[in-house]
Structure formats: C-alpha cells, structure tokens
C-alpha cells in the first residue's frame, strides 16, 4: 500500500510538473542529430528527484548527505536543460555532491588517496556516462529498472547493503516516468535532470554495495552502459570531435536514427542485456576470480558494440559531429 500511495503522489507531481514546463516552455526542439522529431517536453526526469524527496522526509537522521548531493546535481541539471551552463560549472558541482556522498560512505578514511580519486573519476565519469545514454524513448527508464533491480535482489538475497525502500523509491518512480515516455510519441523526455539524478542515485547505491563486499565487480551492473559510452567517446576522440556536443554515434542512436529500430524495441535490448550481464555477476560472484568476471562480460560486449562499424561501413553512413 505504502508504494501505491507513492506512485499516486509522484503521478500527481508528474502532471504538475507537467503544466510548470507548458507556462515557461521547456521543451526540447529536435534538431538534425536529435534522435525525436517532435517538440516535447523536457526535464520530467525530475521525478527522480521528487522520489527523492519523499523519501529524504521519512529518513532525514540518515539521509541528509545524499539528499543534498542529489538536489545539487538536480538543480544544476535542471538550470541546464532550460538555458545551457558551462561543463566547468556541471563538473564542479557534481564534484561537490560526489564529495557529500564520499563523506556519507566515510570514503575518505576506507580507501587511500590514490583509491579516492580514481572513485572521483569513476563516479563523475559514469554519471556523465548515464547522461549520454539517454537519447531515445524508454532507455534511461527501462535500463534503470533493469540496474535497481539487481540491486535490490542483492540487497534482498546476498548482501544487505541499505533500506530495500531506498532502491525501491527510485524504482516507482522510474515506472511513473516510463508511463509519460515509453511510448511511441513521448509524453516528456528525462532532460539532464533525470538521467543525472538517477545516475547519482545509482552510483552512491552501488558504491554502498562495494564497500560493503569488499568488491568492485558490482560495477557491472552498469556495464552496457559504461561499454557504450566509454567506446563511443574513444571513437569520438579519433574522430578528433568534441565529445561535449551532440552526435548520433552511439551504438543504440545507429540502430534507432539509421536503420530505423522502433527506438522503445533498442530501449527493450539494453535492459534485456543489462539483465542478463546482472544474472552473471550474481550467479558467478565469489566463484571466479573479479578479472576473469569483468573478462567474462566485457569482451562480449565490446564485441557486440563492434558491430556498429560493420553497420556503419554496411550503410556507407556519414560519421557526424
């Protein structure tokens, strides 16, 4: 009943926000790399942040650090998806909020100097990374889904690393907002404000997760992402473009823009491999050592994103900034 009542609340939210974005137009105008050909409304991935909120009223005492960093990057996020700021003033306040959820996990005395900043980088870099990713109907909610509920599983059945009510706040309201875009013609994209904040929300529950078991493997709960985003920039930078603007080089953009894949079906795929790569690390974790599991997963992955210059060359496409 509680999550029912969760759900009405954030729906209600949703539509509100709704005529907020309608009175001071924020929209998001499709242009000749955008993956959309219709105006729509930008920034309901704020719900994220209003589930958040929810939950910062019931668990102030122990809450207060990762509400303050997820209302920063969210405010930040939002400011740019209605009038674009500099990356220098992005990365420095997603720099502070990593820095308030270090302070929540007690980072600075768990790990050495050199394990700190390379958490920095990976954090800041994968929250960028989910903020890419994000380019066609459905993929930030259903690949979401697909990442909270193997964490909750393992919260559940291996390791009890937070409140299961935590993972699943973020869970409802990922379904409230995949109600208003998984669909044919969007109701409202996630704008920077979403796929940022649920990016925050992920990555503090997964480095919960690694101290807890001493392991990084859980980082593959992230890995179709992280393979895409990672491989896509790398080919960017050989294309000496700037990874900052907008392209149409990601893998899913290539099988949604060229070759015409009804984008909520690629949405489906990577939550589908996303799930299946999680089944993996869970059913092989303490069995196999932590090098031949990421060996395991990402060597496949790589190779199914090699696929897109097969497609690339197959199509003669033109590789745009």
Request: proline fraction near 1%; charged fraction near 10%.
């Amino acid at each position: 009943m509680q999550y029912t009542i969760l759900g009405f609340i954030l729906m209600i939210l949703m539509l509100l926000y709704f005529k907020v974005a309608d009175r001071f137009n924020i929209i998001d105008k499709p242009n000749q790399r955008s993956s959309h050909t219709e105006i729509t409304l930008r920034g309901g991935g704020i719900i994220f942040w209003f589930s958040a909120l929810l939950y910062f009223f019931q668990h102030i005492e122990s809450n207060y650090f990762f509400f303050a960093g997820i209302t920063l990057v969210s405010l930040v996020s939002f400011w740019d998806d209605i009038q674009s700021l500099s990356n220098k003033i992005r990365i420095s306040i997603h720099f502070l909020a990593i820095t308030l959820i270090f302070l929540d996990l007690n980072l600075f005395t768990l790990m050495p100097i050199w394990g700190v900043v390379i958490s920095y980088v990976l954090a800041i870099g994968l929250i960028n990374a989910y903020n890419f990713m994000d380019g066609i109907n459905g993929i930030t909610g259903l690949y979401t889904l697909a990442v909270l509920g193997s964490l909750l599983y393992v919260n559940a059945k291996i390791q009890l690393f937070t409140d299961g009510s935590f993972i699943k706040y973020g869970m409802i309201a990922s379904l409230v907002f995949l109600f208003f875009n998984y669909r044919k013609k969007a109701k409202c994209f996630a704008g920077d404000v979403g796929s940022i904040a649920i990016a925050f929300w992920i990555i503090y529950l997964v480095l919960k997760l690694i101290l807890s078991t001493n392991s990084v493997i859980w980082l593959l709960f992230l890995a179709v992402y992280g393979v895409d985003a990672v491989c896509t920039i790398l080919h960017r930078l050989y294309l000496k473009q700037n990874i900052f603007e907008a392209h149409r080089l990601h893998l899913y953009q290539i099988l949604s823009n060229e070759y015409k894949i009804q984008h909520r079906l690629v949405s489906l795929y990577y939550a589908l491999a996303q799930i299946g790569v999680s089944i993996l690390v869970v059913s092989l974790y303490q069995k196999i050592s932590d090098y031949i599991l990421f060996a395991i997963i990402i060597v496949p992955l790589l190779l199914v994103y090699s696929l897109k210059f097969y497609l690339i060359n197959k199509s003669n496409l033109k590789l745009q900034v």
